[in-house]
């Protein structure tokens, strides 16, 4: 049963913006971690996705999803690499790193992925993950063929592609860390062509862009960096995703 696919539709169509909180295991102070976590809950949260580009153990992996358990929430594996799977979560975007110039995003991955995450039980959320900009861990690992911000038609050939594969989201990322959040043009174009889920993260650090993003057709946002840098805004932030102000 698809638990938390069901979740997530069940609240966009009733007209929902959803918030989600990204937990780098490898970054996260654990003694801290059940108070900040229960404050973004409070704040109005909707799901944590545990994981990270670098140095994230099974270990760490798991010990942060059984914290993070306790608040009822989905807890989704958002994988660098099959490291940070744990049968301690509900769910786990399936990805495919679309833009990769590396097969093992592409394809091999998951290869190696899929019997672990059908032992442990795991729901498969089938994703479709493109990376926009260049300056951020995840574009150098992943060996990203760059997306011009200039030319959104590109995002909207890759979105169309992957509903034809048969994905139901698409992750837009600028990146962990990114100095700007994902044009709004972008999962405004996606949501011109297709019915995917639009997913946006990373470079958001403020509640202008949540706005924007959100009228352009943006599903849910994530945000992760803030939520380490600065709790009070990454409360800020999800309060106004989830406002019906705008």
Excluded: W
């Excluded at 063929?145 to 509903?163: N, Q, T």
């Excluded at 650090?205 to 993003?213: A, G, M, Q, W, Y």
């Amino acid at each position: 049963m698809s638990k938390v696919h069901e979740y997530i539709r069940t609240k966009i169509e009733k007209g929902e913006k959803l918030h989600f909180t990204l937990i780098d295991p490898d970054r996260v102070n654990v003694d801290e971690l059940e108070k900040t976590s229960k404050s973004l809950v409070e704040a109005g949260t909707d799901a944590f996705m545990i994981g990270g580009s670098l140095a994230v153990t099974p270990e760490e992996a798991s010990l942060t999803a059984k914290i993070l358990k306790e608040h009822g929430l989905p807890v989704i594996v958002f994988p660098g690499n099959i490291n940070c799977l744990t049968p301690h979560a509900d769910a786990v975007f399936f990805m495919i790193l679309m833009n990769s110039l590396e097969p093992y995003y592409l394809i091999q991955a998951h290869v190696q992925a899929a019997p672990i995450i059908a032992k442990y039980k795991l729901e498969p959320l089938p994703t479709a993950y493109l990376v926009i900009g260049l300056e951020t861990t995840v574009a150098h690992v992943g060996r990203i063929h760059p997306i011009p911000r200039s030319r959104p038609e590109i995002v909207g050939a890759y979105a169309l592609a992957a509903e034809m594969l048969g994905l139901k989201y698409i992750y837009l990322e600028a990146g962990s860390g990114a100095t700007e959040p994902v044009s709004p043009v972008f999962p405004q174009i996606v949501k011109k062509y297709t019915k995917l889920t639009t997913i946006i993260g990373g470079g958001i650090r403020s509640i202008e862009p949540v706005k924007e993003l959100t009228k352009s057709g943006a599903d849910i946002i994530v945000t992760g960096t803030i939520v380490e840098e600065d709790l009070e805004l990454a409360r800020k932030i999800i309060r106004a995703v989830k406002s019906k102000d705008f």
